[in-house]
């Protein structure tokens, strides 16, 4: 069975930081690109990035500011995203996300989390 399980998510201050993680079984760790992505209420979902199968390339989306990085650790099939100097902008469902796809576009993601909330407060 293919899974990635989120957790890491809740209520944040603004200016805080959250670090998510995402357990995946072999069949999703074994994709070529695992990333995360997130959805604010109301709005489409965006491409944060990802992390290829080798962990030695990150993909992140250019039109994000840098307040974030992810990394996956292979021992653990654990794949990570820590976020800094959140803003009430950040509030969103974070979705972990698997699959094949150089840069780890969303259309070309096979196997997605359940996603997790992260709320930002000021």
């Known amino acids: 069975e293919v899974q990635l399980v989120e957790s890491g998510g809740g209520s944040v201050q603004a200016g805080g930081s959250a670090t998510l993680s995402c357990d995946a079984s072999?069949?999703?760790?074994?994709?070529?690109?695992i990333g995360w992505f997130r959805q604010r209420a109301g709005e489409k979902r965006e491409e944060m990035g990802g992390?290829?199968?080798?962990?030695?390339?990150?993909y992140y989306n250019a039109d994000m500011e840098g307040r974030y990085r992810m990394w996956r650790d292979s021992a653990k099939k654990t794949l990570y995203l820590q976020m800094t100097g959140l803003k009430p902008e950040d509030t969103a469902v974070y979705y972990c996300?698997?699959?094949?796809?150089?840069?780890?576009?969303?259309?070309?993601?096979?196997?997605w989390g359940r996603g997790i909330q992260v709320t930002v407060y000021s």
């Open positions: 992390v290829d199968r080798g962990g030695d390339t990150t």
């Open positions: 072999e069949n999703a760790w074994n994709r070529y690109c």
């Open positions: 996300a698997a699959g094949d796809q150089y840069g780890c576009p969303d259309h070309g993601m096979m196997y």
